[in-house]
């Protein structure tokens, strides 16, 4: 062809030039024949690529005035890192965007969409550009009347477990309306306030900070619960407490309409509740199936389960029946099992997701029990996928990332475990634990690591322990209550530590390991659940960036009511499909101090099977520094 269409090779020096167009096939054999044996030749064949570039975030909102860091990565991971930025195709109120991808709606017009675009020099491939779309809003939160559920779990200023749940509507994007908001705690009990206002201010310049103050009318004290948040590219909200009240995290969501009545409950879900015994002040972890008939009844063909942890203590039902009731999004449940000789009393808020696929509808829940009558427990409420019926050993196969908190008597215990079912009943993977400053890190577990399917997405299994020590710990049992392939509720069912979390897929074909490129772009991150009063929850925006042989991390750090904190950094990320592992997945802060993270990849978009072709979307992250007692489990996300 011409030119010709697999490229050309210097006859004499063996240079290679690709062609402007990748080849398809895009496989290339190049042949040296020797000068002195024209019979005698050597080849290798070798692939070419179209140069890409993929940008993160994709299609955010931003705020007006404000400004959001978009990242590039040009894919073969060895092509020159260096793109230039433009706005394209907007003649005014655009905004405006710099060399690094720094994006300003600074004079931009509300409402208006911006389609930026990164390129590669035209010289190195014509073809080596993307864009995404940018929308200019007055305030992320959303006009008036948009609706957000929110769940909080921490320690108030006593060191006193607590919990929240509740709704409220936002007005003008920076009023908070019509509020409702359910208080947990050992000490008080339920109590439900139904006045509940506030307001959400952005933290300029960044499109991803913000400040929210929730105020409950007739509450004790005079003070509004103030709160920062960090918004990802979607506008969910994670938050930490920054006032004087105490410590904690939790997350703030829109809501859908869809939880207009009973109806919308229609179906099996799972849960997993994580709170305190009224009595004994132990932590107590929850967790379960429920079958609903979309009438408001539980159980009544096929009964429902409950499994508990109450400080070490396990016991669990299979005869859960039980109501529940949901109007514009709000509800109650009460569930009973005669084995148990309990009756559990909850109130519920809509929050989002579909009856099917990775994002299932979803439910926060807390317990509205009198002191005494049961623990004091909240949680989160998911529809379980029936496309994995009949959950089975055979249909759970499949890679997945544990996310687990838990408590000791001098700390916090918090764990990251990459989990390999193979359809057959059995485990393999590796995983990382900080007990209370005791680093643990497992770079392959496999004999003795089961699990096995007990009916209704029930499993059994084993984590942790220490296969490695020269006495050999046993890992723990635990059971899983799935949501769907690879997903759902864990709960520990021996130990003290009552360790909770959630199974999340990792989204990628475990025979591909993870290119650091892939980890490029913008995180909103947060602590996502407190196992001691000592944790000092964290919420932060991070920013990472690749640049072969440098992946940096930069951005923000706010810690309980300390202000801003500017962080700097690197990261790496292994080419194991675990995604973590010898040499360890890493995040090794220097500013503002030294602070060590091993991180977990999970969800992934945009796989078509090569190893430099996804983007994470999420990981999680822990602390192991061995001084630090209360380490934090850490979610991110893009």
């Known amino acids: 062809g011409s030119p010709n269409p697999c490229g050309s090779i210097d006859a004499t020096t063996g240079v290679y030039q690709a062609p402007a167009t990748a080849p398809n096939p895009n496989t290339v054999t190049i042949v040296a024949t020797s000068q002195a044996d024209n019979k005698t030749t050597g080849t290798d064949t070798i692939r070419v690529f179209q140069i890409t ?154 499109n ?116 529940y009731t949901m109007v514009n999004g709000a509800g109650t449940m009460t569930l009973t099992s005669s084995l148990l000789g309990k009756t559990y009393k909850f109130n519920l808020y809509g929050v989002s997701g579909q009856l099917s696929g990775t994002n299932p509808l979803t439910v926060y829940a807390i317990s509205t029990d009198s002191i005494g009558a049961n623990a004091a427990v909240s949680g989160t409420v998911v529809f379980q996928d029936t496309k994995g019926s009949p959950y089975n050993n055979a249909t759970m196969k499949t890679t997945s990332v544990a996310s687990l908190t838990g408590t000791d008597n001098s700390g916090a215990n918090v764990s990251l475990t990459l989990l390999n079912f193979d359809g057959a009943g059995n485990l393999s993977g590796n995983f990382d634990q900080n007990d209370a400053g005791t680093i643990l890190s497992v770079s392959s577990f496999g004999t003795g690591y089961t699990y096995s399917a007990t009916g209704s997405g029930r499993y059994t299994l084993k984590l942790l322990g220490n296969p490695t020590a020269a006495s050999p710990v046993a890992p723990l049992p635990f059971v899983l209550y799935s949501s769907g392939n690879g997903r759902g509720f864990v709960l520990d069912q021996s130990s003290a530590s009552v360790i909770t979390g959630t199974l999340t897929p990792q989204g990628k074909n475990p025979s591909f390991g993870f290119a650091s490129s892939e980890m490029s772009g913008t995180f909103a991150a947060a602590t996502t659940s407190s196992g001691a009063s000592g944790v000092g929850p964290i919420a932060a925006n991070l920013l990472l960036t690749f640049a072969n042989p440098t992946q940096g991390v930069s951005g923000t750090e706010y810690v309980g009511t300390l202000g801003a904190q500017t962080i700097g950094g690197t990261y790496t990320l292994t080419t194991l499909a675990a995604g973590s592992g010898p040499p360890a997945s890493a995040i090794a802060l220097t500013v503002p101090s030294t602070q060590n993270y091993l991180i977990y990849a999970v969800d992934t978009s945009g796989c078509t099977g090569q190893d430099t072709s996804c983007t994470i979307l999420d990981f999680f992250m822990i602390d192991v520094d061995k001084t630090n007692a209360d380490p934090s489990l850490i979610f991110a996300r893009q």
């Open 208 to 323: 991803n900070e913000g400040t929210i103050t929730l105020h409950a009318s007739g509450a004790p004290g005079t003070t509004p619960n103030t709160f920062t948040a960090v918004l990802d590219a979607s506008g969910d909200i994670q938050v930490i407490e920054s006032d004087s009240n105490g410590t904690g995290s939790g997350v703030i969501e829109p809501t859908t309409p869809k939880f207009k009545d009973v109806t919308s409950l229609s179906g099996p879900f799972v849960f997993g509740f994580t709170g305190t015994d009224y009595l004994t002040g132990k932590r107590v972890g929850y967790a379960g199936f429920l079958p609903m008939d979309g009438n408001g009844n539980i159980g009544g063909t096929t009964p429902g389960l409950i499994d508990i942890n109450d400080g070490g203590t396990a016991s669990s039902a299979n005869d859960v029946i039980g109501t």
């Open 53 to 206: 570039v993929n940008i993160t975030p994709s299609s955010p909102s931003v705020g007006l005035g404000l400004t959001q860091q978009f990242t590039a990565i040009v894919v073969p991971d060895d092509a020159p890192q260096t793109v230039a930025w433009s706005i394209l195709n907007c003649s005014a109120g655009c905004g405006s965007i710099d060399a690094t991808g720094l994006y300003s709606a600074v004079g931009a017009t509300p409402g208006l969409g911006v389609t930026v675009q990164a390129a590669v020099p035209a010289s190195l491939d014509p073809t080596g550009f993307a864009s995404t779309n940018v929308l200019v809003v007055n305030s992320r939160l959303g006009n008036s009347g948009k609706p957000y559920a929110f769940r909080f779990s921490g320690f108030n200023s006593s060191g006193t477990p607590t919990a929240m749940a509740g709704s409220f509507l936002i007005a003008n994007g920076t009023t908070i309306t019509s509020g409702v908001e359910d208080v947990l705690t050992t000490s008080g009990g339920f109590a439900e306030y139904t006045t509940v206002t506030g307001t959400y201010t952005p933290n300029p310049p960044s």
